[in-house]
């Protein structure tokens, strides 16, 4: 469902209907320095759902979770209420993964840190299918790549 | 939980952080 809206006002190039599990914010630098790599990060997001800290289950509600090169947006589906707003600068790396609890599901994780960088958050949301899981890390990998050419 | 394929995207400004 990949729609870009090609009225050039828009900052969103991607838009794509995701739920949102739940955040574990404000860990403390030491602790993101062990959750650089990926099996790291999902280890930890089960441990956090079997310790209660994050849902197995997203909240019903589809999100809009927007990617452009300003960043990632989650905003209700009438886009009237925007749930989180990831600063492009700020995403420290994204995760896609089957849930294995053998729906297809994937979860999407998004790892974040602040701008002093000394503590990181880590966001969870729950995609329709690996191939929108994908997609949206396609997009947000183009939105890194154009970040990064935009700098020289 | 058995976890299939991971599909990861770093950010380059934090690449190894």
Known sequence: STKSL????????AEFRVKYVGAIEKLQFDM?????????LINYIDAAQQDGKLPY?????????GVSKYGVKVASPDQCDVLHRHSLYLIVRMLCYDDGLGAGKNLLALK???????????WV???SSS???QSICKVLSASFDSALTSVK | IYKSAVTTVVNPKYEGK
């Open chain 1, 57 to 65: 289950v997203p909240r019903d509600e589809e999100m809009i979770l």
């Open chain 1, 6 to 13: 090609g009225n050039g006002t828009s900052e969103t190039c």
């Open chain 1, 32 to 40: 993101s320095r062990t959750l650089q790599e990926p099996l790291d």
């Open chain 1, 112 to 122: 974040t840190t602040d701008a002093k960088q000394e503590a990181c958050s880590i």
């Open chain 1, 131 to 133: 191939e929108q899981a």
């Open chain 1, 125 to 127: 949301y729950q995609c």
